[in-house]
Nanobody, 124 residues
Framework: QLRLVESGGGLVQPGGSLTLSCAAS????????VGWFRQSPGKEREEVSC????????IDADSMKGRVTVSRDYAKNMVYLQMNSLSPGDTAVYYC?????????????????WGKGTLVTVSS
């Protein structure tokens, strides 16, 4: 069974940093593109960042440029999303997802497997 589990969410103060983890089971993340998405109540789902397979080139949302880094741990079969300079506008449920095609061009529609999400709350 292909499964993704996010972790690392929680409460963080404005200006703070947080690193989310995405653990895969049942398959190797190496060959998949991994995307991070978020959704706040009343808002549409937004792509945060994506890292392709192989060279690992990525795409960051304009709202997150310069504030996020996506990295892989091949040995642990995990992907991480490091976020900096967080603001209340970053409050959302964050999801990781994978695209078997290995690239990020398909966006959310191209993702084949999704995790259940982890809540990030930015508040003082």
């Amino acid at each position: 069974q292909l499964r993704l589990v996010e972790s690392g969410g929680g409460l963080v103060q404005p200006g703070g940093s947080l690193t989310l983890s995405c653990a895969a089971s049942g398959f190797a993340l190496d060959y998949y593109a991994v995307g991070w998405f978020r959704q706040s109540p009343g808002k549409e789902r937004e792509e945060v960042s994506c890292i392709s397979s192989g060279s690992g080139s990525g795409i960051d949302a304009d709202s997150m440029k310069g504030r996020v880094t996506v990295s892989r741990d091949y040995a642990k079969n995990m992907v991480y999303l490091q976020m900096n300079s967080l603001s209340p506008g970053d409050t959302a449920v964050y999801y990781c997802a994978v695209d078997a095609a290995g690239h990020c061009y398909g966006g959310a529609d191209g993702m084949d497997v999704w995790g259940k999400g982890t809540l990030v709350t930015v508040s003082s």
